[in-house]
């Protein structure tokens, strides 16, 4: 079976090893990508490979 293209806030926290208040913080900050599907929430898997590598970059740039 092949991943999801869509992942709960839960589920994306979870991944993400962070908690769920952290994550719906970031959502809020516009930091990780989301959609609206009626009243849920769901965050695409390549949205958080994306804010990692945003991370990522940024920490780069900051040591250099």
């Known amino acids: 079976m092949s991943?999801?293209?869509?992942?709960?806030?839960e589920e994306s926290a979870?991944?993400?090893?962070?908690?769920r208040a952290k994550m719906f913080?970031?959502?809020?900050?516009?930091e990780i990508e989301s959609v609206k599907i009626?009243?849920?929430r769901r965050i695409p898997t390549e949205a958080?490979?994306?804010?990692?590598d945003r991370l990522r970059t940024?920490?780069?740039?900051?040591?250099?």
């Open 3 to 9: 991943d999801p293209l869509l992942l709960t806030v």
């Open 14 to 19: 979870k991944k993400a090893r962070i908690s």
């Open 25 to 30: 913080q970031l959502l809020k900050a516009g």
């Open 38 to 40: 009626g009243r849920s």
């Open 48 to 52: 958080l490979g994306a804010y990692v």
């Open 58 to 64: 940024e920490q780069r740039k900051a040591v250099a």
